[in-house]
């Protein structure tokens, strides 16, 4: 049962892993506001990495921003932190595959098979998390910019690649969390057989020796 929870648990985490790897290359991260827009035919999107332009005949022209350290604090925060999530998310991945139960890479000690599983689950959750806070930040700033009437520039709507973002780090983050929950649960399941044992063992003991005080009795009785 926890050998099937560890497999479920990381199959949720690596799909979370890998839609986040096609949110960090997508370039709809933001949509122009079609209402401001000067060409209407002309819908223009911009991801972490470049902007891309649709034009009225279905063709798509995409430019990489030419200096990225010249991008608005948040972007290139954004940037470290979907980073930072995938990293994380790799290394937990081998760690996690390391330290499933069903696996004979590596180790075969039962107890640090559990602790590499424990570690893998965290860094998914860390991973998610820090997913988690570029993408709500990044659309953070598209909603105040939107609805700022002082703003001067282009004024842009949430893309798909957001919602992508978000699905894929509730997705990393329940993966770690099942993860971690089921080396705990199987840490306690053995604790309780083992203190059952105990008790169990216990009233044998205490009806020995009391077999043994009554044979002595009863020996020093004949003997009188």
Known sequence: MASSLQICALLLALTGFTILLVTTMSNRWKISDTTAVLVPAERISEGLWMECTVTEFGSTQCKKFLYMLSSD????????LIIASILLGFIA??????????TNIGISDEDGKMKFAVTGGFLFILGGLSSMVAVSWYAAMITA?????LYA???YELGDALYLGWA???LYMLGGIFLTCSCKGKKK???SASKYRYSAGQPALQQ???TKNSETVASAKEYV
């Open 153 to 155: 520039g282009t004024k």
């Open 168 to 170: 894929g780090s509730i």
């Open 73 to 80: 604090i948040h972007i290139q925060a954004c940037r470290a």
């Open 93 to 102: 991945a081998v760690l996690s595959l390391l330290g499933l139960k069903c």
């Open 145 to 149: 910019q939107f609805f700022d009437p």
């Open 208 to 210: 020995q020796i009391y």
């Open 189 to 191: 399941m053995e604790y």
